[in-house]
């Protein structure tokens, strides 16, 4: 969404190590992320991972639905969502973006459910409103 792109590239799916149930290590990336399915013995499962992806994406959604419709409430999210970069942090042995603290992290789970919670109030006012 900051940079006008309507989607984006998740390299990995399946990539799984010998045995992802007993560890999930890899040799190279971080524990987990070459995978967000496992093998289950009743077909695959979700990795939270992969749960946490598929709620930002369904919040994202919502946020490019609501611009039009709910330009308030998609501008206190935006407002929101331009508050991280003041957020310190520092790169891990992997290239991500990490909180610098404990409290910076509670700081930005905060601030996802703030975000989440505004645009549920705003699609669920969205729908009360279609269907009068």
């Known amino acids: 969404m900051a940079y006008g792109a309507d989607g984006f590239l998740r390299w990995a799916l399946d990539a799984w190590v ?5 560890n999930g290590s890899h040799w190279y ?13 009743n077909g695959t499962m979700m990795s939270l991972r ?3 992806m598929q709620q930002a994406l369904n919040d994202s959604r919502k946020y490019l639905f609501l611009q039009n419709k709910q330009p308030a409430l998609v501008s206190e999210v935006t407002r929101l969502l331009d508050g ?3 957020l310190s942090g520092e790169t891990n042995d992997y290239g991500a973006q990490v909180p610098f603290s404990e409290n910076e ?28």
């Open 50 to 52: 992969f749960q946490q």
């Open 84 to 86: 991280w970069a003041q």
């Open 105 to 132: 992290t509670l700081q930005l789970i905060q601030t996802i459910q703030q975000m989440h919670d505004l645009l549920e109030k705003g699609a669920r006012a969205y729908l009360k409103e279609s269907n009068k």
């Open 18 to 22: 010998k045995d992802p149930l007993v």
């Open 29 to 41: 990336w971080e524990s987990g992320d070459p995978f967000l399915l496992y093998p289950g013995t």
